[in-house]
Each structure stands twice: as C-alpha cells, then as structure tokens.
C-alpha cells in the first residue's frame, strides 16, 4: 500500500499531574481519571492556574484501528514534545523521547494498535528543569511551554518503508554567470520496517523529480534493505531553475518503494537546487555576491496561544519578516518542519539551532553526546530545505573560554558529518573583547551578537568591526543580533528606531560584514522576562508587541530593509505622467533584483502595472509612467513588489515625490 498520514489533532484529552500521581495509578492504562478536552498543538502554561506550573502532565487520544491496517507498519509520529514524553498504547509501553523538546520523534506502534477497536493512546510529558537536557535548567530566555506543542500523525505504510531522506540538490555552473548548467540530485534514503519483519529482502525504488506536476528525470534501482540506507544515484537535472530568497523556485522528489511487485511505501518531498559559499569576505548566493538584511523572530509568543502557536499564527509572523524586506534569519532552537516548508516556498534563508544558550559556561565532552542527538534529530528531519543555509552550534555560551572553542570543534565536526554542505556556526555575544580567540571562530561565518551601548558598554564600534575584519579576513561576518531591550535599557521604541538606524548605517560602511539579523521582530515570552507575569512574562525587546502588532520601529526596519531607493519627478505641465527612479542599494542590502512589479492605482481607479528591468546593486533607473492625469497623481497609490508577491515598498505617490 502506499503511505496515508492520518492527523491526530482534536478530541485530546488533557489532565495536569502535580502531585505526580499517574504513574500510581496506572493512567496509562485506565485513562484520565478528571480530564478536559483539548485540540493539538497545547500546552498548558497559557491555561488559567497552571501558567507556572513545571512538571508532569498527561494527554489521551482514541483512534479507531482500521481493518485495512491489519499486517500494515504503524509508526506514530511526533512533530514536538516539550520536553520529556512516553508513549503508551492500549496499557502497553511504545517509547520515549527526552532531553530535546523542540526536535520530532517517531515510534513504531505496529504491534499494538488493534483492528476493528477503538485504541487507547496515553503520552506523560515533563517540562520541569532539568540538568541533562538542552536547553539546559532554568538558563534559557524563552519560554519552556510545556505540552504536545507541535502535531501528532499516524503514518500507515506496507512493511517496507523509509524513515527519511537526506537529498542534495547541487548546481553545476557554467564558467560564465550565475546560471547553472545542469543540477545533481544524490544522497541516501534511510529505511524502516516493523520490528518483527526481516530487512533483507529484494525491493525496488523509484525516484522521480517533478517541476510543476511534470516529471523531468527519473531513475530505477533494485536495492537490498539490509544495505541501509540506500545511496541513491545521481540523477541529473538540466538547466535547473535555482532557489533564491526573491526566486524560491522548488521541485517535488517522489520516491517509491516496491516489494515483490507491490508498493510498500511512496515518499514526497520538495528539493531546491542552490548554491551558498564564502569567499574572502563576501557571501555568495548562487555565486552573486550578496549582503543581506534580517530579523529574529521569536515564536511561541503569542499569550494565548504560546509555543503552541497555530499555523496561521506563525504564518502571520512570517509575512511580517518578508513584508519587513527581511530575508535571512535565525532560530534559537530547532522548529517545526512545516515552518521551515514555508520558508522554502516564500524564500527566506534560515539558521536552525542547537539550544545551546550560554550554558553549560565551559561545555566539556560530556555534552557532546546530548548535542549530538539534537543535530542528528534536528538534520535528518531537516537536510532537505533549501531555505536552511546553516547549522547553528549555540549562542552566547562564554566564547573566551578555550573550553568553549575545544568543545564547539569537537561538535563541528560531528555535524560536519552530519551535513557537509552548509556552513556550521557558533554565535558569539563576547568577540569584540578579543575577536582572535573566540569560539565564533570556529565557524564558517563570524557571527557576532553586537550589544554596544547596552549590554556590552560603550565601546568604539568601528574600531571593533575593524579587529574582527582583521582577525578573520576570510570569514564574512553576520552581525546575528542587535537592538534594545527594556526594561534593562530606557529609551523606549524610539530608541529602538534610533539604534536600528546608527547601527545599520555604520554596519554598511564595513564590506566585511555580510548580513544583519536585527532581534527582534516582536516581544517574546520568556521564563527570563522582566516585564509582566504568568503567560504574559516577556522582554521588550521588538518592533512588534506579543500579539502581533507593529511599532513605530518596524517600519524603519521596513525601509532600512529595501533594497532599492525610490523618488519622482513630474513631467512637464503639457504632459500626463511622471518619471521615477530607481536606485538599487549597494551596502546592505545588496543584490540584483529581477521580476519586481511596479504598480500604481490613480483615484479615478486606473492601474498601471509595469514589470521592471533586471536592476543591479549601485545602479540607477529612470522608469516613466505614462497616462497618468496631472490632477492625479497626488492622490495615486504606489507599490513595488518583489517576484514572490511581497511589497518592497508602498504608500501614496506624493510620498516619494522630489518636491
């Protein structure tokens, strides 16, 4: 059979623990004695009483076993647990996930799951401090939601099935250009079977590749499951289109898997064939050099809904980094994987993190098998998403010490062969005391948590930009923080725009550094927070507010973030019309634009749409816009938009007018 994913979202049961008395009483198997009906993702600290509560609490779900389940793989799977789980199915034991809440889990239930009844799932989960996992006791500056926080699906395939895949997706260039030749899709398809069923059996897979619904190469081969996994051959594809934060083209890989004539499993995911490297300084993007303009968001900070959030919400929040002209970003801890699909079809690079925050202060070998399972779960889960540009080690975890570079080397290389076609960093919030001995420099890039003014105290920041550039002249530097926060620091979001305006003029005057991620785009909850109580304990540190909405500083952010420059001129009286032009950023931001719109709505209700010239950095355009009444154009409303439906910028035509 092929592979059906069932949702199991609604008609949950929850019931708190604090007094841990369902293990007694055997909860696993006799179900919630007092419990209340909930929708997954939940978590509990945004429920009335138990905003504080850090312990143990218990979820049931019955599902129905099908008939055509009978002899067929189970696995149940787990987008995200915070943080310790065990599963229990029917009373019997299925498996447990601990130490690492924000990464999915999936457990074979083939062997208990009962056709033609209805069956008893039971999950206990713990989020109480904990010395053992990341992120570690009580030192992390989000909030530890404890709950289901993420989705629950029941997978059902043939015996035979796979696990994932871990699929690269290259581009070979042309000597000229920036367009590729031909692309290579390789890499290995890892298997599962029922934990009865033998593995060494003859199986056929079918790989194919798919640009809008139509199939552009495939490939046939005979396998052995005992070869586990299997390397799939190179497959290669011509003149692919590439991805690219403004282009985020994608193609869709299916891969089947056949036993004996019938199919056991049919897998289905989405690739994209880019190219990001380092070369001196600069960072390329598909081998145009780039710089970027970013924002952190902080998720899980929606009062009423917490880490729990629901798609719709992070989508909203994710419309707002692009709306903002942001394009590059970062996440302190690792994210569901439907996020990151967004962020592949709307293009907006990525760095996934081990939870690392500034503990342990001098990590030794001991952690390097915790950290281990958070990069293993969190790449396997996630190597296929073009939008990931990078791993991330940790963050500000006392970057002097030598303890701190011994240990995220060591971890480095462990990821490195994880994953060796994407850059591995360790953001740092200490370079500038003395940028050459730095556990940042262990990294691809020079990621560097810039608080001067603030937490780091009135130091001479170009003089410091200038030692990083010298200490590390073949590293770009991605300044991966910066910003206010209240209550610690006065001035409000005016300061908040201020900074963001110093700061971002002064960044772009050094072409060593490559992106800025200001943080950040909203007030998150934090269990660290200064600022209110329960549910609402947060840090004033964004441009919007926990609910969503915007500042005075998020539309400077907006404008610091557009990559081009725009104003008007008007044409002579005699003449309807007007002229605009157009200069392209040659700081940060920084790259060619192709495929921008450029519309205009007169109040007589006329439009004029024009598809702009392929524009690059330092450059200026003069574009005309015919047709439009002298008597109008005060009253037109202009906008540029960037290929992927995104506004670069908007607002009436007299706003930009030369007068």
């Excluded at 939601?145 to 696990?163: F, K, P």
């Excluded at 079809?345 to 342990?360: D, K, M, N, S, Y």
């Excluded at 010490?401 to 850059?423: G, N, Q």
């Excluded at 549910?535 to 404008?559: A, F, N, T, W």
Aim: glycine share 8%; charged share 20%.
């Amino acid at each position: 059979m092929a592979r059906f994913s069932y949702s199991l979202s609604e008609t949950w049961k929850f019931q708190a623990d604090p007094t841990s008395e369902g293990s007694m009483q055997k909860w696993y198997e006799r179900g919630l004695p007092d419990a209340q009906e909930v929708s997954i993702p939940h978590t509990w600290n945004v429920q009335e009483g138990l905003e504080e509560f850090r312990g143990t609490g218990w979820y049931s779900y019955s599902v129905f076993g099908q008939p055509e389940w009978e002899g067929q793989l189970l696995r149940l799977q787990f987008d995200a647990v915070y943080r310790d789980a065990t599963v229990w199915v029917n009373g019997q034991h299925a498996g447990e996930h601990a130490n690492a809440g924000y990464t999915s889990f999936v457990l074979d239930v083939s062997g208990l799951i009962a056709s033609g009844q209805d069956n008893l799932i039971v999950v206990s989960v713990k989020n109480e401090n904990s010395m053992t996992a990341l992120p570690l006791s009580n030192s992390f500056d989000w909030p530890d939601d404890g709950g289901i926080i993420r989705g629950v699906s029941l997978i059902v395939t043939g015996q035979y099935a796979m696990d994932y895949a871990k699929l690269k997706a290259v581009p070979v260039f042309t000597d000229e250009g920036n367009s590729a030749a031909y692309g290579v899709l390789s890499g290995d398809v890892f298997l599962t079977t029922e934990k009865s069923a033998v593995l060494d059996v003859p199986l056929t897979m079918k790989i194919g590749i798919f640009r809008e619904d139509s199939l552009i190469a495939q490939q046939e081969i005979e396998v052995r499951s005992k070869g586990n996994p299997v390397q799939l051959p190179e497959i290669r594809v011509e003149q692919p289109h590439l991805w690219h934060f403004d282009h985020p083209h994608l193609y869709t890989v299916s891969i089947s898997l056949t036993c004996q004539g019938l199919m056991t499993d049919e897998w289905k995911g989405t690739i994209g064939f880019r190219e990001i490297q380092a070369q001196g300084h600069l960072l390329l993007l598909n081998r145009e050099p780039v710089r970027l303009m970013g924002v952190e968001w902080m998720p899980g900070s929606h009062p009423d809904h917490g880490m729990a959030e629901t798609e719709e919400q992070w989508i909203e929040m994710l419309e707002h980094i692009k709306h903002a002209n942001c394009v590059i970003t970062r996440f302190h801890w690792q994210q569901d994987s439907k996020l990151l699909d967004w962020c592949d079809r709307h293009g907006l690079l990525v760095q996934e993190e081990i939870p690392h925050w500034q503990t342990p202060a001098d990590p030794d070998d001991t952690w390097l098998e915790r950290s281990r399972q958070h990069a293993s779960e969190m790449i396997n889960r996630h190597y296929n998403h073009p939008c990931i540009y990078a791993w991330g080690l940790g963050n500000e975890v006392n970057g002097q010490s030598p303890a701190t570079v011994h240990f995220f080397r060591e971890l480095k290389a462990l990821v490195h062969e994880m994953d060796d076609t994407r850059f591995i960093n360790y953001v740092s919030n200490t370079v500038h005391e003395n940028p050459g001995l730095d556990a940042t420099g262990v990294g691809d890039l020079i990621m560097w948590n810039d608080y001067i003014g603030t937490w780091h105290g009135d130091l001479d920041r170009p003089a410091v930009i200038r030692s990083i550039s010298e200490d590390y002249p073949d590293q770009p530097i991605i300044v991966a923080e910066f910003g206010l926060c209240e209550p610690a620091f006065a001035g409000g979001d005016a300061r908040r725009g201020e900074i963001l305006v110093e700061n971002t003029l002064e960044y772009r005057k050094h072409p060593g550094i490559a992106a800025l991620i200001y943080f950040s785009l909203n007030d998150y909850r934090t269990q660290m927070g200064e600022d209110g109580e329960g549910r609402l304990r947060q840090r004033i540190h964004g441009s919007m507010d926990c609910y969503g909405m915007p500042k005075p500083s998020y539309e400077v952010l907006r404008e610091l973030g557009s990559p081009l420059e725009l104003s008007a001129v008007c044409k002579p009286a005699e003449k309807d019309g007007l002229e605009l032009s157009i200069t392209i950023r040659d700081s940060i931001p920084s790259y060619t634009l192709t495929g921008y719109t450029l519309t205009v709505h007169d109040p007589a209700g006329g439009t004029t749409s024009i598809t702009l010239p392929i524009m690059s950095p330092g450059k200026s355009y003069v574009v005309s816009l015919d047709g439009i009444a002298a008597d109008h154009w005060q009253q037109s409303l202009l906008q540029i938009q960037r290929p992927t439906g995104f506004s670069v910028v908007s607002g009436e035509l007299i706003e930009f007018m030369d007068i």
